[in-house]
């Protein structure tokens, strides 16, 4: 999470960004050395950039968020052993051409969220920019651009009670839309929302296991046939995958006790010359981290 800063508030988002927050932010120089850091030392070869809005760092967004991309080239390589895979969730709204064509042969797949076509329920959420109209036909244009460029474009969609009874019946439309604009749809994940201990969210957005299991069996059967991954990620599966780099360079994780307001802290990841002593000094779960995370070639 490379950055809290964002340019939407979406009512279900977690975003710690007081300015007191925001001030520990890794500066841009900080934030390579953080990724050369988890590559030389502590071996990652795959990282999902995201935020708050990723595009926004530095004075003059997406300025830096461009040299970012251009620092991360270096990590690229035709072995997969040696290769940097790099995922990217956005809100989309920097995404522009410019930065599309810097992502080219950086980033292997860009993940934005679509939780409904309507724009009713997208301005409820607060997706909803001032300088966009239709915030869902920017998306729908923006994965034709990826597409185009070899990155593989994927969906996410947050589950609640504003839209587990209407997205089943609008992701068929969805895919056509994309797919009639020569967009690709490689993934789809749902993730059910989690709370973050705050009850006015939860009051608002929080859905039983059922409902989700309900949402689950329907959406999986009307997209049955159309060549898309589907993945439905319960609360148990974010508790137990959870390792979030945090803007200022520590991880947060969670044990099986944890909720949200007990999730646990490293210290910043430069501090530490491999994955061995990072568990070694934290109840990380070893097996769980090695089953979510660990690349199998
Ligand atoms: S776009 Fe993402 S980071 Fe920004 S407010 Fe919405 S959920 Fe939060």
Not at 13 to 40: D, F, G, R, T, W
Not at 89 to 111: F, K, L, R
Request: contains cysteine; charged residues 25%; glycine residues 4%.
């Amino acid at each position: 999470m490379i950055t809290n800063r964002c340019n939407l508030s979406c009512s279900y988002c977690v975003l710690e960004n007081s300015s007191a927050q925001k001030k520990l932010e890794l500066s841009l120089e900080e934030k390579k050395e953080m990724i050369s850091h988890l590559y030389h030392k502590m071996k990652f070869r795959r990282l999902t950039l995201s935020g708050g809005e990723v595009s926004i760092i530095g004075k003059k967004p997406p300025r830096d968020f461009i040299e970012l991309l251009n620092y991360i080239r270096q990590f690229r390589s035709d072995s997969p052993q040696e290769n940097l895979e790099i995922e990217i969730y956005t809100n989309g709204i920097y995404i522009n051409n410019e930065v599309v064509q810097a992502m080219s042969g950086v980033v292997d797949m860009v993940a934005m969220t679509i939780d409904s076509k309507s724009s009713n329920i997208l301005n409820e959420i607060g997706r909803k920019y001032k300088g966009i109209e239709d915030y869902y036909s920017h998306i729908v244009h923006l994965s034709k651009n990826l597409t185009d460029n070899n990155i593989i474009f994927k969906l996410h969609s947050v589950i609640s009670q504003k839209n587990h009874l209407t997205l089943p019946q609008e992701v068929k439309q969805i895919v056509e839309n994309i797919t009639n604009y020569n967009g690709k749809i490689s993934c789809w994940k749902f993730f059910q929302y989690m709370s973050y201990d705050s009850p006015e969210k939860d009051n608002i957005h929080a859905i039983s296991s059922d409902n989700f299991e309900m949402f689950t069996k329907k959406t999986r059967d009307i997209l049955n046939g159309y060549n898309i991954k589907l993945h439905f990620k319960t609360n148990q599966e974010m508790n137990a995958s959870l390792f979030n780099i945090l803007s200022y360079g520590n991880a947060q994780y969670m044990r099986s006790s944890d909720t949200w307001s007990t999730s646990q802290r490293t210290k910043d990841l430069r501090t530490y010359n491999s994955m061995e002593e990072l568990f070694a000094n934290h109840d990380i779960n070893e097996k769980l981290f090695r089953e979510f995370h660990e690349i199998i070639r």
